[in-house]
Nanobody, 118 residues
C-alpha cells in the first residue's frame, strides 16, 4: 500500500479558499507519477464521495459540485497532489481523504477536516 498524508484543512468562512495537499512520502517518484490520485469528501452522516481526480497523464475530473471552484494538480517530483478550493460553501464541509490504488490495493490517508461556517 501507499502511505498518504493529507494537510491543509481548517476553518473558513463561506466564499473563502483552502488548499489541501496529499503527499506520498515513501513512494518512489516514478511509481507515484503513474498513480491516479483522488480526493474524496465525507460529510457527517453521509457516504464518502469523489471530489476530484487526476490521472498519471494529468486528466482531471470533478464532482459537479466542485466544477468551476476546485482545481487539482500534481507535482510528481514532490510526490504531492494539491486540491485548490475556492468559493467554499457550507456544503463543502467534511473530512477530505486522499486515495490511490496500486496493484489492486486501496490506500487512504488519514483525512483532513474542512469546515465552512458562517
Amino acid at each position: 500500500q501507499v502511505q498518504l498524508v493529507e494537510s491543509g484543512g481548517g476553518l473558513v468562512q463561506p466564499g473563502g479558499s483552502l488548499r489541501l495537499s496529499c503527499r506520498a512520502p515513501r513512494s518512489i517518484t516514478s511509481v507515484f507519477s503513474a498513480l491516479t490520485m483522488t480526493w474524496y469528501r465525507q460529510a457527517p452522516g453521509k457516504e464518502r464521495e469523489l471530489v476530484a481526480q487526476i490521472t498519471s497523464d494529468r486528466t482531471t475530473q470533478f464532482a459537479d459540485s466542485a466544477k468551476g471552484r476546485f482545481t487539482i494538480s500534481r507535482d510528481n517530483s514532490r510526490k504531492t497532489v494539491t486540491l485548490q478550493m475556492k468559493s467554499l460553501v457550507p456544503a463543502d464541509t467534511g473530512t477530505y481523504y486522499c486515495h490511490t490504488k496500486q496493484y489492486g490495493l486501496d490506500s487512504w490517508g488519514g483525512g483532513t477536516q474542512v469546515t465552512v461556517f458562517s
